[in-house]
Nanobody, 130 residues
Framework: RVQLVESGGGSVQAGGSLRLACVAS????????MAWFRQAPGKEREGVASIHIGLETIYYDDSVKGRFTISRDRAVNTAYLQMNSLKSEDSAMYYCAASSQFLGARANRDYVDPSRFESWGQGTQVSVSS
């Protein structure tokens, strides 16, 4: 079993930046992908970015391309989400997730399909004021 703990959320003005971190523990050798999802009040959870731990194949949702960067540090079992040029619509609870499944050699929408991820963190709040 994998445990995930997020950090780095907070309040920022539009145009600002935040860096989220997700530390994995437990059966980390099972992790193939780590991803970031977000959920705003009254909206469904949506995938933001995902990375294959070994190949570093990356998928971004169109809404964050060019602004967000996902990365990972295998030595410390941590995934990061650097968020730049934040907008008010980026405000949400951000969740880290891990998957042991094979989601494809090339980045595709399966990389951010919540049903393909077995482990979830508790979330970290991001609030962007305009």
């Amino acid at each position: 079993r994998v445990q995930l703990v997020e950090s780095g959320g907070g309040s920022v003005q539009a145009g600002g930046s935040l860096r989220l971190a997700c530390v994995a523990s437990g059966h980390t050798w099972n992790i193939a992908y780590m991803a970031w999802f977000r959920q705003a009040p009254g909206k469904e959870r949506e995938g933001v970015a995902s990375i294959h731990i070994g190949l570093e194949t990356i998928y971004y949702d169109d809404s964050v391309k060019g602004r967000f960067t996902i990365s990972r540090d295998r030595a410390v079992n941590t995934a990061y989400l650097q968020m730049n040029s934040l907008k008010s619509e980026d405000s949400a609870m951000y969740y880290c997730a891990a998957s042991s499944q094979f989601l494809g050699a090339r980045a595709n929408r399966d990389y951010v399909d919540p049903s393909r991820f077995e482990s979830w963190g508790q979330g970290t709040q991001v609030s962007v004021s305009s």
